[in-house]
């Protein structure tokens, strides 16, 4: 089956400065990669996807990019924000019909110091 | 606008009993999950289902059951309830297969002492 690393389990950052977090991925069949946020006690919700079709993708401050050839992609947050801070899950798995499995990373615990 | 509700938010068993978890969503989502997050450890997929009378196993089933009698409800049993099950839990819904934007519930919080 599917696994993903995540790095850095934890990461702090200044107010302002950008922040990066690496996945990899082992099933090259793998075609979907979500990234979620999950606040302290809330739910995980998405904040970005990327397929594999794409080799990036942006919203305002936040970037994913792709290397299909190496299995790994990652999160950038520009100019961040103390509501940035929060825990972050990549996840892959295969996208469309049949596909049910999303393998989610460890998490990473992202601290924006004021 | 709802989304996906699961009750209760909060638990505490013993060893040993059994309890449910409810789930529902008001979304019209074929498909509807429930998962597992232990700390530091991510989400585990425990069940899911893609639609009304049909559901699987996913990574982590054991101890765990699930049914779909509807397409909003998809409650989850843990029977004979172990310290190893203590965690939150999250019920999750999408439109359609992977690739698709899961939905996740606010999570129910439980502890087997």
């Known amino acids: 089956g599917e696994n993903v690393e995540q790095h850095p389990s934890t990461l702090s950052v200044q107010e302002g400065d950008s922040a990066v977090i690496k996945c990899t991925y082992s099933?090259?069949?793998?075609?979907?990669f979500p990234w979620y946020k999950q606040e302290l006690g809330k739910r995980p919700q998405l904040i970005i996807d990327?397929?594999?079709?794409?080799g990036e993708k942006k919203d305002q401050r936040i970037a994913v990019t792709l290397n299909k050839t190496a299995k790994h992609f990652s999160l950038h947050i520009t100019e961040t924000q103390p509501e940035d801070s929060a825990v972050y899950f990549c996840?892959?798995?295969?996208?469309?019909?049949?596909?049910?499995?999303?393998?989610f990373g460890k998490g990473t615990k992202l601290s924006v110091i004021p | 606008n709802a989304g996906v509700t699961q009750t209760p938010k909060f638990r505490i068993l013993k060893i040993g009993q059994s309890m449910t978890l409810q789930c529902t969503q008001d979304?019209?989502?074929?498909?509807m999950y429930w998962y597992r997050q232990d700390p530091g450890m991510g989400l585990k997929l425990i069940y899911y289902?893609?639609?009304?009378?049909?559901?699987d196993k996913g990574e982590v089933p054991n101890g765990y059951n699930v049914s779909r009698s509807t397409t909003e409800d998809f409650p989850l049993r843990l029977e004979l309830a172990a310290p190893s099950q203590t965690s939150v839990y999250f019920c999750?819904?999408?439109?359609?297969?992977?690739?698709?934007?899961?939905?996740f519930g606010e999570g129910s919080w439980l502890t087997v002492v």
């Open positions: 996840a892959a798995s295969e996208s469309g019909a049949g596909s049910y499995q999303l393998t």
């Open positions: 099933d090259s069949a793998s075609n979907y």
């Open positions: 979304m019209n989502h074929n498909y």
């Open positions: 990327i397929r594999s079709n794409v």
């Open positions: 999750a819904s999408s439109q359609g297969a992977s690739g698709n934007t899961i939905y």
């Open positions: 289902s893609v639609g009304a009378g049909i559901t």
